[in-house]
């Protein structure tokens, strides 16, 4: 059995019991196939680089799973029947070179005063351009009046 990874988008104008329909179709389709899910990701509602029949967003979902290489064909026939799959990408997994591991936020790193500060959340003890931080401007003001 060979690791892949699929991405597939379904439309959006979709009820949300048509989407869980939607993803539970293709991991039952996996499984019924001989296939084992590893890991589901709804990515949730994304927008689009351009726009994809008519559409200017989508519902992402991503499924890691074991099968053999037959599979990936039917797979494939299956998203392309599909009405409501707008997109969709298998990728096979190289196991040396790629681990599968869950994903976590990374470890707080100290900011220059010595505060612990998560990269991914914004910061809330300060609003932007507050009294002291428009040094930017300070210095486009200086360059002009020399």
């Known amino acids: 059995m060979v690791t892949y990874e699929t991405i597939f ?64 064909e039917e797979l494939e026939k299956r998203y392309r029947y599909s009405e409501d799959v707008l ?16 994903r976590k936020d990374p470890a707080p790193r100290p900011d220059r005063k010595g505060k612990k500060v998560n990269p991914r959340k914004p910061r809330e003890d300060r609003a932007p351009f507050e009294d002291g931080d428009d040094s930017a401007a300070e210095t486009d003001s200086e360059e002009i009046s020399e």
């Open 9 to 72: 988008i379904v439309r959006p104008d979709l009820t949300q019991e048509e989407i869980d329909a939607n993803l539970e179709f293709f991991k039952g389709n996996i499984e019924q196939n001989g296939g084992e899910i590893l890991k589901v990701e709804p990515w949730g509602k994304l927008s689009f680089a351009y726009e994809v029949e008519d559409y200017r967003e989508g519902y992402y979902f991503l499924i890691q799973y074991n099968a053999g290489g037959n599979y990936n």
């Open 87 to 102: 997109r969709f990408c298998i990728v096979k997994i190289d196991d040396k070179k790629f681990k599968l591991k869950p």
